[in-house]
């Protein structure tokens, strides 16, 4: 409890002073087993709790304390707010942690910038006529943008995110006290939770993902667009493989492995954005925390363009329009390979140490109250 | 703006699990609805928003309960608490009904918790809801609107136009306007009056301004008061309430559950004048909790506190408000105005008083006092380890008893013995007729699912003949 702790903070430990007592919500997700294994909450398991919160509001909308009752509750509120707070902190380089207070400027900036970078240096390399004109059989993808600009930026983009998140991670583990203990299972535990969302099923009937009343439209729009985020990924490491091992250069057939992972990844990347949007638009504004939209909303429309734009690329890749679209699109993905840490995209990492660390205390730990 | 020029079926008097268990019965049967819920919405669902769980008997191990719990046992657990204050065919209508309770609750979209980690090892007998009564309300509300069902948020119920046991229609303040809602069969399902403090007053004098009301402030008895006078039937003691132990510091309205103090087993409890006046160990907490409130209530200024020591700490639910801490007894006590020399010496005679033993906080472990007044009988450790930790404490007030007399189908009897034509009741304002004293967790939420569907069924029944 230090004297810089952010309000946010100090709200969500009065809120959890009532929370401990009440338990009413024990059966929602991992944050409230978590929290009946304290009975004081320092700074660090603030923001251990709050990162374990997936924002499913189910604890608000059964609060007998919600507002407008004097105690006010709001957690996924105020834990929305912790959560950032601890993307800034612990950000790498620190210097870059101040992102976070303005997210949405800065990835929408990022993804501007991005997008220019791409169409400056491909129309400062590649002749008119080159950039403009049709182009088929492999190789075509690199008359436009030179193979060695394309290695350059996007690797360099992903090492060095790579790198800041893996420094990110550790100052996050450090940064709020985490203990020593088993490392096999609760590793096992966290992935199964992240792989099946587990914290966003509500024992099967759903979130309260607009409204009081329960749905599942939040975690199969997330679903969808983590596995498409996934096997797009999986797209760009099996062209790698193709490229680097068998010799064989893009632009590859519409069946071929990397285009058909590619493509199913960007249709339901796709679906999920616009799932995740629309639940975000139609929502009851309460629990959430109004002042981080603009960075979510960012992020959610630099998703839907990296795959929108994929997507119509593989449609249009034999015309003469194929060579803006391409250096807008890489334009984009360069955009997200840098955001990376420094987006909502950073939350996953968090969402993650802190399963881990949850499956990991309740081997540990022994529940404050005896009965 | 609803019509409320026409004439309903059915008009529910109320908004918590009983009144809409009502409203939902009496609609699935085609009848119009109209539910006149006192509260705005973002606090509708009476004392219902604060539960946790019903009490269901059940011959084998469902889904949400454990094992069994048959209606000889259940009948024998009731008896036991209200020492025969009940009516046998009443209590039995409801514990046989009560096993249909989770499956109607369920089919009206509320989720019950699989089964229980928490706080009174309950999960053999009652069902819990999957984050409590407020769930529970969303619930059952979605369920009602999604049936038809009209939902009037911010209407006081003020009078019932009752003509030789018929009732015509209700006076109303709707949104602060006045209005009539004419009916062809009401229920009352509008609760007790535990918040109505002038009324609490006339059985309780100035100690009743020191009562904590734990749950919805609406439950101000206007109905109930309006019923009685009009020539209803009274059931139930108007003295008696079911109180606990709260934290002294909580809200005076409406802090629900949190604000209880668990901490008494594992303490001892004195009064303003530091003299302890119960033993605080004779069972387990969970036979034990509603009987303190009452036992404070009869203290001066309604004060007690509760002192213990840093041993205990973690073998009760924390409480929300932080405890006193202090180095001394005596340092405690000047931080709760009470004497200290007196304090020092009652807890030097308690510690003297404790008599050798192995501590086991879940269960009683014979760890007692000797040659003690009043004694402690189980979990009796000597306070002497600092810091010395104090709770202070009042009574929370969850309900009163005073009801309407009801029959075996949730029709509302008149003074003169005869049923009324086309009145019903549910829920607190009935509980009563089958709790006369004492009570067992999680039964009134029974007795609103059960009368609530009854009185539902039974009024729309009503107006089809």
Sequence with gaps: MSATESEATQEARRYLEVCNACRYCEGYCAVFPAMTLRREFSTGDMQHLANLCHSCKGCYHSCQYAPPHAFGINLPSSFASIRNESYEQYAWPPALGSVFKRNGTIVSLVAALGIALALILTAAIQDPGVLYGAHAGPGAFYKVIPWWLMVTLAGGSLG???????????????????????????????????????????????????????????????????????????????????????????????????????????????????????????????????????????????????????????????????????????????????????????????????????????????????? | MPDLSQVFDVLVVGGGNAALCAAISARKLGATVVVAEHAPKSMRGGNSRHTRNLRALHPGPTDVLTEKYLEEEYWDDLLRVTKGKTDEHL??????????????????????????????????????????????????YRTAERLGVLILYDTEVQHLEVEDGFFKEAIVSYRGFPHRI???????????????????????????????????????????????????????????????????????????????????????????????????????????????????????????????????????????FPPMRANSIRELAGMFGLDADKLEKVVADYNAAVQPGTFNGQELDGCRTQGLEPPKSNWARKIDTPPFIGHPMMPGITFTFLGVKVSDKARVIMADGKPAANIFASGEIMAGNILGQGYLAGFGMTIGTVFGRLAGEEAARNVRN
């Design chain 2, 182 to 320: 004419r009916a062809k069969s009401v229920v009352a399902s509008a609760g007790g009056f535990q918040a109505n403090r002038a009324w609490m007053r006339e059985y309780w004098g100035d100690a009743a301004d020191n009562f904590q009301i734990r749950g919805t402030p609406y439950a101000q008895g206007t109905v109930l008061k309006d019923m009685l006078a009009g020539g209803v039937q009274q059931v139930g003691d108007p003295t008696q309430f079911h109180a606990v132990c709260n934290d002294a510091r909580s809200p005076m309205e409406d802090g629900g559950l949190a604000m209880r103090l668990d901490c008494t087993p594992f303490s001892i409890v004195v009064n303003k004048n530091v003299e302890r006046f119960y033993d605080e160990g004779e069972d387990t907490w969970p036979k034990r909790y509603a009987i303190w409130g009452r036992l404070i209530a009869q203290q001066p200024d309604q004060r007690a506190f509760a002192i213990t020591d840093s041993k205990a700490v973690m073998n009760y639910l924390p409480s929300v």
């Design chain 1, 160 to 371: 060095f995110s790579v790198l800041a998140l893996t420094v990110g991670a550790v100052r996050y583990w450090r940064g709020t006290g985490s203990k020593p203990g088993p490392v096999m299972a609760p590793a096992a535990e966290a992935t199964v939770d992240i792989l099946t969302l587990r914290n966003l099923g509500g024992g099967g009937h759903g979130c309260n993902d607009t409204d009081e009343g329960f749905s599942t439209h939040r975690r199969w729009s997330h679903q969808a667009l983590m596995y498409g985020f996934l096997l797009c990924f999986a797209s760009t490491s099996v062209a790698t493989i193709y490229d680097h091992f068998l010799h064989l250069e893009a632009p590859y057939a519409f069946l071929s492995i990397p285009v058909q992972l590619g493509t199913w990844g960007g249709a339901l990347m796709l679906l999920g954005v616009i799932g995740l949007t629309w639940v975000k638009l139609v929502t009851d504004p309460v629990p959430v925390a109004k002042h981080l939209a603009g960075g979510e909303f960012a992020l959610l429309a630099l998703l839907f363009l990296v795959s929108a734009t994929g997507l119509l690329l593989l449609a249009i890749r034999h015309t003469g329009a194929m060579g803006v679209l391409l250096a807008i699109h890489l334009g984009l993905v360069l955009a997200l390979f840098i955001t990376l840490p420094y987006s909502k995209m950073v939350h996953g990492l968090y969402r993650g140490l802190a399963l881990y660390r949850a499956a990991r205390e309740k081997r540990t730990m022994v529940a404050a109250a005896a009965d």
């Design chain 2, 91 to 140: 209590a039995r209508t409801c514990i046989r009904a009560s096993q249909h309770a989770p499956g109607f609750l369920k089919e009206c979209g509320v989720v019950f918790q699989p089964s229980l980690s928490g706080t009174l090892s309950l999960s053999r007998t009652n069902a819990f809801f999957l984050g409590g009564g407020k769930a529970l309300v969303n619930a059952l």
